[in-house]
């Protein structure tokens, strides 16, 4: 072989060595990028995987996020949750819809990722939403707009769909500080911009540093009200209504809610009512203030009280609109003994009035079980007349705003009207508030039919109103043997 074939063998051999060299490269390169954005989750690690979606899971997110992204370049990334009402999306079109719907927005993102090029992790978590962990200056975050769309627009795409608002999402834009080593932290805060936005009606919010310290109160308020229903710190007051033509007897009450904090001493539900609404935790407290009163109206029915005593309960329109509330309700009773016309609900609007044909379900269910049902703080805020024409309601309780102005001539002659109009549609009409001898001479005038207010019984402790009633004479076998 002359030197030259030589050379040309050698220079053949070299060529292939490079050519595998650079194709086992790219096999490795590939292999590398599809794990880094998170297509591939390793079999041994089936916990990190979304049961619903197939995707990976909070667990693993968490495990990327510390392999993929050093401390030092924690600032250059950002965690995005994309939020879509899930409960609703669920209750509206059943949950095989709803996991559709996230690997459909699941796609988009895989989508805006390919054409972008860019690394990054994404992942579900139920109840949360999806997430995406990406570079800021990958681009994603410019395309966040037109995927919020694209997602609005998904029931088009499908057979005789139509647009629901259950499909809109809204997304949460978590800039990572060098200091977040918590994942699971900036999950929560990701998550808490997305339900912002969503609650906004905004496609996108950026969460800047006074939502991050609005949203850490929030998870502290949280963690004590777990805390607080666990040990049992809510307790339940009696404000007593008195019947106003009939020598200002009690003839009911309604039940109200106060927290006894460790540290804060009795708080009002002004306190945490408002923030229980807005974090759904409000129907765990209204079920758990409907067992006490079952409790207390057992007790006091025991003692042989009149059965047209009734207590009223608050439930927050939230509460009142769940699919299983009637059952909730159905499970409470079982565990009581007493007429179901002791007790009457109370229905409190809210901003928000979501279900309304579940509420209007619900409140003839409840009324079949012999409850009352009463309108809260009617004539103020949301409470209105298309609730009385949409609810079997058996009285109205006229908020205190209008018995403020009852000594002015539009006040008296509104109060008036609603007296006789609740009067003519068979309701009782309750008025709250009552805190001067003028005002009730002038609801008797009025002709109204039960009096709340400071101005006869504030609201007590259960075990002071037993011994109330006792005093009073209302319970016929002598009282009560009170804690
Ligand atoms: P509400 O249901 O309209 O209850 C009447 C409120 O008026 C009570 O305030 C009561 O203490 C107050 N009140 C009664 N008479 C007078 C009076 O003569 N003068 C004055 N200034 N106030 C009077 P409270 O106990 O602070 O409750 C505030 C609200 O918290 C309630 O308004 C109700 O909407 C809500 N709430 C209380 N307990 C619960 C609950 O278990 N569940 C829900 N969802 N909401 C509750
Ligand atoms: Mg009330
Ligand atoms: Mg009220």
Redesign the pocket.
């Given at each position: 072989m002359s030197v030259y074939e030589t050379n040309r063998v050698l220079f053949g051999v070299a060529v292939s060595a490079l050519t595998l060299l650079i194709v086992a490269a790219g096999v490795i390169a590939v292999l590398l990028y599809l794990r880094q954005s998170g297509k591939l989750v390793s079999a041994d690690h089936s916990s990190e995987i979304d049961e619903g979606t197939g995707l990976g899971n909070r667990y693993y997110l968490a495990r990327r996020y510390s392999e993929m992204v050093k401390p030092s370049k924690r600032s250059e990334y950002v965690l995005c949750c994309i939020y879509a009402d899930s409960d609703k999306l669920e209750r509206n079109f059943k949950r095989d819809e709803m996991l559709k719907f996230v690997t459909h927005v699941s796609e988009l993102v895989q989508t805006v990722m390919k054409q972008i090029r860019s690394v990054y992790v994404l992942a579900r978590v139920p109840g949360y939403g999806l997430f995406v962990l990406v570079k800021k200056d990958s681009g994603f975050v410019e395309n966040l707009n037109s995927l919020v769309r694209e997602a609005g627009s998904y029931a088009l795409h499908q057979e005789n769909g139509q647009l629901s608002d259950a499909y809109r999402t809204a997304v949460g834009i978590y800039p990572l500080k060098a200091e977040d080593s918590d994942i699971h932290e900036c999950i929560f805060t990701a998550y808490h911009t997305a339900l912002a936005a969503y609650e906004q009606n905004e496609d996108q919010l950026v969460c800047d540093d006074e939502m991050v310290a609005m949203f850490s109160d929030e998870r502290d308020m949280r963690r004590e009200i777990t805390r607080a229903f666990e040990n049992r710190e809510f307790v339940t007051y009696i404000?007593f209504f008195v019947d106003t033509m009939d020598n200002e007897d009690i003839v009911g009450g309604?039940a109200?809610?106060r927290w006894n904090h460790p540290e804060r001493g009795i708080l009002?539900?002004?306190n945490f009512?408002p923030f229980m609404e807005k974090e759904d935790l409000?129907p765990n407290?209204?079920y758990y203030?409907l067992e006490e009163v079952c409790r207390f109206i057992e007790e006091m029915y025991n003692h042989g009280i009149k059965n047209n005593f009734y207590i009223s309960?608050?439930?927050?329109r939230k509460t009142f609109s769940s699919h299983d509330f009637v059952d909730r309700v159905k499970e409470i009773f079982k565990d009581f003994d007493f007429p179901k016309s002791m007790i009457a609900f109370?229905m409190?609007e809210s901003e928000n009035v979501k279900n309304i044909v579940q509420a209007y379900n619900n409140a003839v269910q409840i009324k079949e079980l012999g409850v009352k049902i009463l309108l809260?703080?009617f004539g103020e805020g949301f409470a209105s007349f298309y609730d009385l024409t949409e609810y079997p309601v058996d009285g109205l309780k006229i908020d205190?705003a209008l018995v403020d102005s009852i000594h002015t001539e539009k006040g008296n002659t509104i109060l008036r009207g609603m007296t006789k109009m609740g009067h003519e549609l068979n309701m009782k009409v309750i008025v709250?508030?009552?805190?001067s001898d003028d005002q009730v001479n002038e609801l008797k005038d009025i002709r109204c039919d039960i009096i709340?207010?400071?101005?006869f019984h504030r609201?007590i402790p259960v075990h002071e109103a037993k011994k109330t009633l006792a005093d009073k004479g209302a319970l016929p076998d002598g009282g009560v043997a009170t804690a």
């Open positions: 404000q309604e109200l809610v009002s539900p002004i009512v409000i407290l209204d203030n309960c608050n439930f927050s109370e409190t809260d703080d205190k709250e508030g009552v805190e709340q207010g400071f101005r609201p």
